[in-house]
């Protein structure tokens, strides 16, 4: 564009591009600030990143497990980066606190202690025990039951609003796991009172596996059609499993996290979000679930990484 033309941006003064930056997002400053030096510069600057950053996060990391965390970061892009990185430790160590990196969005995760799981107290059933990828200090393991019932609750003022949230259950299994192979569990997200987003997920991590190649399988063809029927998992499971809904994938910690549900945060719409996962109909004993936590956190934008 030609410098007579008075529309070339590149030309703005630092400060005015450091404001239309401010009214964007983390992605869109980081791609606009290769436009122009001056861009760049913009984009480094700190009143661009305490815009990205919560109205709250000084109270936030003050009452954190790492309130060091302001005087040790050397500007608030640096801070902002770092809560991206490195979730904090909230509400005694019962939960994490983090931001989503291409949105600022806040990012929770309730602990294994956070949550309400029947039985959880009675060693019998369940123990509690540490693991050395888990952020929190206890992680809670199932010895054996016949009802499973674990709960979780966050009020929705703590959650970045008109966003788009989906939970996660944070777990693993142990070598000896059972009882998950053949009968689902029930989830459901949503506010407390309302009936929520429903659906039934399996945990047993051998079973996702064969149940993906068994769904490859029939596509490209490696089983003829009479026998790729027989293969099939039911018709809703099927669905589900095509659509993506219930499958386990692993986290970048060796973690597994399985896809609860969706909850939009609407703005002035108050309240608990509760997530709730049971198997309480089976009667079947089940074991061997390792649970760190439920993950709460915007969803994934596809064109994000584009």
Partial sequence: MSGNSGGDLRVLPEGCVANVLSLTGPLDAGRLSTVSSTFKSAAESDSVWERFLPSEYLSIISGSSDSSLL???SSKKDLFLRLCDDPILIDDGKKSFSLHKWSGKKCYMLSARDLMIVWGDTPRYWRWTSELKSRFADVAELIGVCWLEIRGKINTYMLSRETLYVAYLVYRTTAGAYGFEHQPVDVTVGLAGTEGC?????L???RERQQRYQIVAMRVGLFPRSHAVGLQAPASTRENKNN???RS???EDGWLEMELGEFFNREGEDGELEISISEVNGGDWKGGLIVQGIEI?????KYQNN
């Fill in 71 to 73: 005087a040790s970061s």
């Fill in 198 to 202: 429903r659906r039934s997920v399996y």
């Fill in 204 to 206: 047993d991590e051998e």
């Fill in 244 to 246: 993506g809904h219930n």
């Fill in 249 to 251: 994938q692993e986290r």
């Fill in 297 to 301: 956190r915007p969803k994934e934008d």
